[in-house]
């Protein structure tokens, strides 16, 4: 099996460092590990594409290779350039420092790579590992992913769906916030809602007067919607969760039928 793999915290980023084990892993010992990850941190900036500019994409190793862009940008030199000849089997993002569990899902690049490469006709899993209290002191905080991530990467795989014309699947999981050990198994889920933990802005003055704004994430351990990602992985579970491009709400779709005729 031939893997490309990205995320959104960069390509020195230590997330990237597990997804490439869970992702050798997979591939075993004939197939091929491809990194095309952001030379610099790409956290929030969804499934933005570097449409009005081009972007240089340096070889950093063996089969490693760094470009000044985002997640889908990554995707898409991964597929189009780097791997234009032999077309990747799976591609993988992440492992995310932090979940994307929730409303993060619409911010993430994590999942802006995944959604991508789904547009691309290919096979796309997205990884995050939720922090918290439990795992602020361990050695590595990532340890819920590097232990259980192939296993749950394996178990999407036996359920991928294959071809099809409309928007493919893929796949958002999230590690729980607590060490592998406590992981208290797998829970299929819909994206859920945080009620009150939106971001924000805060000012901050400059040394020379001037007026800067700071983005602020909210709490990320509020109760969220029952049964959901997020509320799944304060539960000690994975999350796993199937979506599609298609943003269209199709109940609203057929409840709205002949208002606009």
Known sequence: ????????????APGLAVLEAIAGEIAGPDGEVWTVAPAFEQS?????????????????????????????????????????????DLVLSGVNRGNNSAENVLYSGTLGGALEASLQGLPAIALSQYLGPETRDLENPFEAAATHGAAVVRQILSAQETGGSDYRLFWNVNF???PAAKVQGVRLAPQGRRDGTGFSTEPHLSPSGRRFLWIRGGDQRVAATPGSDADVNLGGHISVTPMRADLTDHAALARFEGTFA
Request: glycine share 8%.
């Open 1 to 12: 099996m031939r893997i490309l793999i990205t995320n959104d915290d960069g390509i020195n």
């Open 44 to 88: 929030g900036v969804a499934h933005c594409i570097s449409y009005t500019r081009p972007m240089m994409i340096a070889e950093m190793g063996p089969r490693r290779f760094a470009a000044e862009g985002s997640p889908a940008d990554c995707v898409l030199a991964g597929v189009h350039d780097v791997l234009k000849d032999t077309p990747p």
């Open 176 to 178: 729980p916030p607590v």
